[in-house]
Structures are given as C-alpha cells and as structure tokens.
C-alpha cells in the first residue's frame, strides 16, 4: 500500500485564504496540483490503489469438435473412459449390464406357433417375421357353418379383398356346395359334387405372403363337425 501525504499549512484569522499544493500518484512519476483552500492546516493519509488492466476475454474457437458422449460401462467403475480403449470400453457389442438391469429390459416376443382350430373357436396370431403364410380350410358340417380368416395392420385396420377378408367360407349345411372365397374371389374347385352330393376337398391349401407386425384372425363357427372339419394356418419357424 502506498500513502499519499497532503499538507495544508494553517494560517491565522478567519478571512485568510492561501494555495496548497498536492502531490498525488507515486513518488516517481506523481503529479501536483494546486489548489485554494481556506487558511488551516490539515493532515491526513489517502490509500492508493493501483489501477487493475480489464480482463480479457478468450477468442471463442471456430467451429468447436462436438465432444462424443461414451457410454458408462458398469464393469469399469472409476474408469477415466476418454482414456480406455474402445474394447475395454465393451463397444461395439452388447454392454455388460448388471443382470437387475437386463431382467427389466422387454423381452423380445416369444413365438406361440401355429394356428390350428378343429372346432368352433378363435385364434390370433401377429406375425414376428415376415413371409409366406398357408391357410388350409376344411369345412365339414352338416348344419350352418363358418370359416373365416381375417388379415390385419399392426394399427388394427382389416385389410380387405372386395370388401370381403382373406378367405370366407360358409355352407348351411351337409347338402350346401357354397365354395371357399379367397381374396375375394370363389374358389369352385373347392367342393366336389358327386352323384348330387356336394362334399367339402381335402387338401385344400391357399397361400399369400404376410409382413412383420400384421395380425391374422382365424375363426370357425357354427356347427362344424368337430374332428373332422379344421382351420389351420401355418407359417414358416418363428413367425407366430
């Protein structure tokens, strides 16, 4: 701390005046300046402060390198991971997370298989794959009867063949040669008529490709002949 000394001479009488001189700065390189003052002498200390230069503020860099986000790898606690390998890091591949962890993740589905009615009843199935579905229909009754087999979007829309579904087939009984309707279309060749008698083919079997997400619906109703009368459809592994 420097100190700056004023002196102010004190005159007698109360009307006097006189000139002071002042002395401010460092002793090497201070300056004087005069000033007029009543006549009476005082004395006193001034702190000096030096004057501080401004801060600088750094040039902003151009075009700054994003820094790339690593994940945490639990196995490598207190790790510096900018200073780990990327294969100690376990990336790429599957992270080594503790077992609570992978237990809460979703499961992937579980393919529940086939669909095989052999009387009245409905089955859903969603595709986890796509490709080529078979639909095979029997219809043996000898009262009202149906088979239908309904095709779907992932958000539930019904996709139709002429306004109809996939395939449709109903007879009102034994004596009834209505056919199978496949893609709106009917299938003549899907009954035999023998002597008079309409019968029901066997083996009969009708494909279309489905894709991922789509949901089939197959339903048979009424009064088939259980055991004999079926539904199936079936897909390649793993795709219901």
């Known amino acids: ?25 460092k002793a090497s390189d201070g300056f004087v300046e005069q000033i007029s003052t009543p006549a009476t ?14 801060l600088t503020v750094p040039t902003p860099i151009a075009n700054p390198t994003p820094a790339i986000l690593v994940p945490i790898n639990p196995a490598l606690p207190g790790a510096h991971l900018g200073n780990q390998p990327i294969e100690i890091l376990g990336l790429p591949g599957t992270p080594n997370l503790p077992e609570e ?36 229909p029997y219809l043996f009754t000898y009262n009202t009867a149906s088979m239908i087999v309904r095709l779907y979007e992932a958000d539930g829309t019904e996709v139709l063949f002429s306004g109809k579904p996939l395939l449709q087939w109903r ?7 209505s056919g199978v309707h496949f893609r ?19 083996g009969l079997s009708y494909s279309f490709t489905i894709t991922a997400s789509q949901k089939i619906r197959a339903s048979m109703s009424g009064n088939p002949v259980a055991g004999r009368a079926y539904l199936r459809v079936n897909g390649p592994a793993g795709m219901f």
């Not at 009307?15 to 001189?21: E, F």
């Not at 589905?109 to 009843?121: K, Q």
């Not at 089955?123 to 986890?128: D, G, K, P, Y």
């Not at 007879?171 to 040669?177: E, G, L, S």
Request: proline share 9%.
């Open 1 to 25: 701390m420097r100190v700056i000394w004023i002196l102010i001479p004190f005159f007698l009488g109360t009307h006097g005046t006189s000139g002071v001189s002042v002395k401010v700065g």
């Open 41 to 54: 002498s005082v004395s006193t200390e001034v702190e000096w402060i030096p004057l501080k230069p401004p």
């Open 101 to 136: 962890v992978l237990n809460a993740l979703p499961a992937a589905p579980t393919p529940v298989g086939n669909i095989n009615l052999t009387r009245a009843g409905t089955n859903t199935r969603t595709a986890l794959i796509g490709g080529t579905v078979r639909i095979e």
């Open 171 to 177: 007879r009102t009984d034994d004596m009834d040669a």
């Open 184 to 202: 709106g279309v009917r299938d003549a060749s899907s009954m035999v008529i023998t002597a008079g008698d309409p019968s029901p083919r066997t």
